[in-house]
């Protein structure tokens, strides 16, 4: 191979890397009493990335799926103490599901690949983490509630949150990933929003119902 052939291919391959972060910042996950996963909203620029760190236990299901509106944004997971990625987005894609190895901090790293970020791209993106029997078995303590005084309570949901939010109960409630769940947009329904789901499963389909007050808290499922 020639010096320019060789020189092209080792630019070719550095721009499809991930950006060195040198402008990263690590965030900690808590889910609210009761549930077991969350969806997080979040924007990276240019070098930036955002390490959201989450507390799992052994034998424990994980599930993480990125939507984002920039091609080259993924997501990484590192497992505690690990110098490399259990998990490379960029190379298996934006959606994963695996039994924890160990316990510990395990590390969702979300980041713009080095040609994208060099462009200074921006990236939009919604970072879903579910974690089978989290409410039950994680080892750190919830989170107190809130008093139910402000209207920007952390429990109230938008509309365009509601389906992603149904899913992962009905993941929880009937052991599906969230993956395989097909959730319809919210509309209102009386004095409450309702989202319609279903799942296949052994060749049967299986229909539910998420509900949540106007004030967009979750009540129940069925």
Known sequence: MTKPAMLAL????????PAAAQNARTETVHFQRGTSGTTIEGKITGDQSVRYSIGVSAGQTMDVQLDTDNASSYFNITAPGASEALYNGSISGNATSFVVPSSGNYIVDVYLMRNAARRGETANYDLTLYVENA???????PRPQAPDT???????????QMPRFCAGEASAEYGVRPQDITVNMAFQS???????????RDGNTTFFNCWFGLDGTFQSLN
Do not use: H, I, M, Y
Request: aromatic share 6%.
């Open 10 to 17: 080792l630019l070719a391959g550095s721009a499809l890397t």
């Open 135 to 141: 409410a039950k078995s994680a080892p750190t303590a």
């Open 190 to 200: 009386g004095n409450r929003f309702v989202t319609q789901g279903n799942f296949d």
């Open 150 to 160: 402000s209207s920007a309570a952390p429990s109230q949901l938008d509309t365009s």
